[in-house]
């Protein structure tokens, strides 16, 4: 298993006025916008740096602290289940493209731990 990047998360209710900071004054492009979450990325490199404004996790979840995209989401979860954390959202294949799951880290942040389909 590998991470393949990992993309912290900041809550807003609306996460369209962030464009403004993240597009004008640093240069970033929206390289993902589902009206619920915006994420900005450099336009040279944009796997990393990244940066999300969420109003939610998707399908009403809580906004996770980070998101770690890993290029084997089930081997990651069977290994969560498997060290007794605390998976809050369970496994499942999301309609935007994801398959995904949220556990919580040793200090309480949830993390959203996902696959791109």
Known sequence: MAVRRIVP??????????????????????????GWIVTFANPANTTT?????????????????????VDDVDAVHARAVSLGLEVVYPLVDE???????????PFGNVVNILTHR
């Open 9 to 34: 998360n900041l809550h807003a209710t609306d996460p369209a006025r962030a464009r403004a900071f993240y597009v004008e004054l640093l240069g970033l492009e929206a390289v993902m916008d589902h």
């Open 49 to 69: 740096p990244q940066v999300s404004i969420a109003s939610e996790g998707g399908n009403g979840t809580p906004v996770p602290a980070l998101s770690v995209e």
């Open 95 to 105: 309609p935007w493209g994801v398959r995904r799951f949220f556990v919580r880290d």
